[in-house]
C-alpha cells in the first residue's frame, strides 16, 4: 500500500519540490527574460481555510451508497473533495492555491471492483447523479472536475485506483490484462517480475492510471517506439450506465468498426473503462543515449522528417527550438561540455569553432532501447541523419531522461514566483508544421506580451511521425494579479485557435476536457458531434456520465 | 479508360485463365487426394440464358435517377446488374455459373462525384431505395448482394469505380487523398509518377478499390511492413443519409473517439466512404526474397513469433503447414530444387540427407524491401530466426511473388472441375493459435469428409504481429452435385463455429457482410450490435444502407 502522500495544491508528492532557487542560472534567466521581481511570492492557502462547496448527499444516502461500493469505499471529506476536484493545469493550480473550488464532489467512490461499478451506475442512473471517472487526476484540460450549471442531483467522482490487479499476463502472446486504475509503477512492478515491460511513459506515469491514459489517448516518451496508449491497447471492458463494450483482444480483425476506439479517448462521457488488454514487451536489455545540436530547429525537423520517413527514429526523440535550447542552456547553467561536467571550455570552444552555439541552436535528445544489437544498429541509422549536427554526447540526453519525473515541480515553484507557465500541444503534416509552428508561436507571444508585458515561449518536437510530429509548447509570463484565469484564458483561446486555424491538432495526447470542447467541431465536423451524441445516448441515456466533458452539452 | 472485360461468372479478366491441366502434377495430386473423375465438367451457362429478376423501377424514375446522377451513370441493364448482383466468393460463383441471380439490384448507379452520391441518397431516403456501396466487387463475403426480404422499394448499386481522382500528393508529409473508387493499379500508377507507393496489395489489388479496402479493413500481402489498411488511411469522408463525417488527416490526435475507426469496416452499412487521405511510401529501391523449410508449422510458428516479438520480421511472410507445403510442392511438381528450375535431384538429396521433407515440412516464403542497406539488414535479422530450417534460396518466394495474381484463376478451373474450393480466415494470439489452428482444420475436415468423402485442408500464416497471427486455410473437396450450396454451407457454418469458439477471430480481412453477421455478437457483444445499431440510426435512420449485412437486422 502506497503511504506517500500527494499535494493537494500542487504537482506529485508532497515530500518533493523542485524550487527554481536550487537552479540558479535558469532562475537569472527566467527574471531577465521575464522582468520578474524574485522578491515576490505567492503563497499557498492552508487547506483548513479552503472552502468546499456543501456537499448535497444525505447522510442516509451516504450509508446506501456505502452498502453499493463498499463501507471504506465512499468518502465525503474534504480532503476527498479536494483532491478530486480538479485536474493539474495552470488554471486548476491557481485555484488551490488560493482556495477557491468553486465546485467539487459530493462524494467520491473508491470501487473495488467491477461489480460495485456497475451497481453505483444503476443507483446513480435513478437517483439522476453525475458520474465522474478519475484516475491519477493529472489531466490538464479540465476532464474531472464538475461541470457548471448541469441538471445533477449530486456529483459522485469514481475513483478508479483501488482497481489494480494484474488479471492474466500472456508472456507468449506480449499481452497483459489488467485492471484500469493501475498506476504506472504498480504496473511496471509486476511486468518486470516478467521481464515484460510496457513501455508508455508520460511524464505523469507515476500518478496516472490505465484508464486515464485510456481514456484520453495518453501518449508516453517512448511513443516513436510504441506507440501511443491507442496502439497499445488490444482488447477493453467499458462499463457504461445502459451496457458493458466488452471487446476481445485479438493480434487484428475485420469486425466490422472498431469499438475499441470508441472507448479510447471517450473521456469518461460514454461509460467506465475497466480493465484493459495491452501489448507488452520484453525489458531492455540494453539502453543508450545521443544528443545533437543542430543549426536551427529548421534543420532538426528535417533530420527527424528523414529518420520518421525512412523507419530510422530512436525510440526517444526530444528537439527544442531555438528558445527552449536557450532555456536548456541556462537550466544547465552553461557549466558542461554535455558528457557529464566537466571540459565545459573545451567544448564550448570546439561549439563555437565549428559556428554553433547553445545560444542559436536547437538541441535534439535521443534514446534507444532493445536489444544491443537493437540499440547499436538503431543508433547508428538515427546518428546518420544528424550527421551536420554537433555531437553533445549522451549526457544532456541522459539528464533530461532522468530528470524527467522531477521537472514538472518546477512549475510549482514558478507559481510561489507570481509566474504564469503552463504547456500546451498539437500535431501536423510535416507540409503544414511550418504554419502551425509560426502560429502558435507568434499567438503565444502576442498573448503573452499583451496581458504582461513579458513571455517566453517554447517548442519541441517529442513524438514522431512518418507524416508528422507532435509540438509541444511551454511558455511563461508573468501572472497579472487578480486576473489570474482571465489572462489563461486569454493566451489559451488565442494559441488554441491558432492551432486549429493553421490546420494543426486540438490536442495530441492531453485530450479534450471541458478547455478544448468548444473547438471540436472544428475537428471532427458538427456531423461527427453528432455521432457522439448519438454513442452519449445509447450507453448512458440519461447523461450522467462525465457532462460538460469532450462534447460540450448533450442534445 | 479501362477497356478489358472482367469475368462475369469467375475471378478476374476474361482473358486470363489458369487450367489446372496446365499444371499437371498439381492437378493429378488433386485428382488422387480427393478421388475426383478429371473426366467430371461443369460448364458456365451462357449469359445469355441467365435470368435476372425484373427490375422495380420505372422507366420515369429511370430518367429522374439519370438527371440525378448523370445522364450516362445509370445501367438498368441485364449485364451490369449482374455483375453487380454478388460478390467472389464460392457460393458467388456456384449460383453465377449456373445462371442462378436470385436478387440483383435495379439499378447499377456510376456517381462521378461526391455531390452527385449526395443528391442519390438524398433521393433515395424518400424513395425508400437500398444502397449498396460497390468497389471492385471481389468481396467474399456476401457483402454487396442485395438483401433477402426487406422492405426496400427498389436497390440502387452504386459502382464508385468512376470516381478515381488523385486530389492531393503532398510528398513531405508522405500523404496521398485520393477518391474511393480508385483501384490498385490507377492508384499506384499515379503514385510511382512521384516515386511513392501506398504498398497496400492484396491478392484482388488490381480489380479491388480503395473505398472497399476501408469498408472492409483489409489486409495486404505486405501488412507486416505497412500495416492494414486501417493503419495507412489517416483521414477520410464518409457520405451517410443523415450527414458526411468528415474527419482530417493528422499524424495524430486525442480528439476523443476516433471516428475514423466507425468509417473502417463500416461495409457500406452507414454511408460510402468517398475519399481519404493515406500514407504513402518511397518507392522500394531493391527486393529479395528468401524461402526455407522448416521441419514443421509449429517450428515455422515459433520463428514467426520469434521475428515478431523482436522486431525483425520480413515484410511479406506466408508459412505454409504441412499439407499446403505438400500442394505447393506438388503444384511446383517437385521439378526444381527451389533455386530455379535446375538441380533438383541435387537439392532432394540434400534436403532429405538433413531430414528435410518437401512432403513433411513447413515452407517459408519471405520477401524484402526498402533502401538496400534495410534489405539487406532485416534481411540478416529474419533469417536469424530461421537458422535450424532449410535453405530453399529466392526461387519459391520469388515465385509466389510473381503468381499471386494469378492464382486466384485456378479456382474457376476447379470449379469446371466440379470441386468445391473457397477459403476462411481468422487470427489469434500466439497462445490460442495452436487451439484455434487444430479447431479449424478438424472442423473444416470432418465436414468436408462427411459432405463429399474426402476433402484438402491447407493453411498458411501470412499476417505477423506482435501478439499472433492470421491464419489463411484453403480447403477443396468434392461437390455434392445438386446440393452444392448446401454442402457449403454446412462447411462454413462448422469452421465458423470452431474460430470463434476457439478464441480466433471471426475475420482477419474479409470482414463480415452477410456472411458472418449472424456470428459478430460473438465477437463484439450484445452491447457491441446495440452500439453499432445506434450509429446506423443516427446516420442512416431511413435503414437504407446496406441492408442486411453486418448486423444483421436492424433493431
Known sequence: METRVAKWWGWGWEDVSLPVESR?????????????????????????????????????????????????????????????????????????????????????????????????????????????PFGGGTGVVGGVEPAEGGDSAAVVTVDLRRMRRVHEIDVASGLATVDAGIRGPILEEALAAKGLTLGHVPQSWEFSTLGGWIATRAAGGLSNRYGKIDDLVVGLRLVAPAGTLDLKALPNEAHGPDLKEIALGSEGILGIVTRATVRIHPIPQARRFASRLFRSFTDGLAALRGMAREGALPDMTYLSDEEETRFVAANEGLRHDGRGGSGRSLALRILSARGFSLSQGSLLLMGFEGSRERVSHRRRRALGFARRAANLGPGPAHRWHSERFEMPYLRDSLLDHGILVDTVETAASWSRLPGVYEAGRKALQEALWASSGAGLVLCHASHVYADGVSLYFTFLGRQREGAELAQWEGVKAAVTRAFVDAGGALSHHHGIGADHAPYLGRMIGEDGLVVLHALKRELDPEGIMNPGKLIARVR
Open 24 to 132: 540558479p542560472a535558469l532562475w537569472r534567466y527566467i527574471q531577465e527574460r521575464l522582468k520578474v521581481d524574485p522578491g515576490t511570492i505567492r503563497p499557498v492557502v492552508p487547506l483548513e481555510s479552503v472552502r468546499v462547496p456543501p456537499c448535497l448527499v444525505s447522510p442516509g444516502e451516504v450509508e446506501q451508497l456505502r452498502r453499493i461500493v463498499g463501507e471504506e469505499n465512499i468518502s465525503i471529506e474534504d480532503a476527498d473533495r479536494i483532491t478530486h476536484a480538479m485536474g493539474r493545469s495552470y488554471r486548476d493550480l491557481i485555484r488551490l492555491r488560493s482556495g477557491r473550488i468553486p465546485r467539487a464532489p459530493d462524494v467520491v467512490a473508491f470501487p473495488e471492483d467491477e461489480d460495485a461499478i456497475r451497481r453505483l451506475l444503476e443507483h446513480a442512473r435513478r437517483r439522476r447523479y453525475a458520474i465522474i
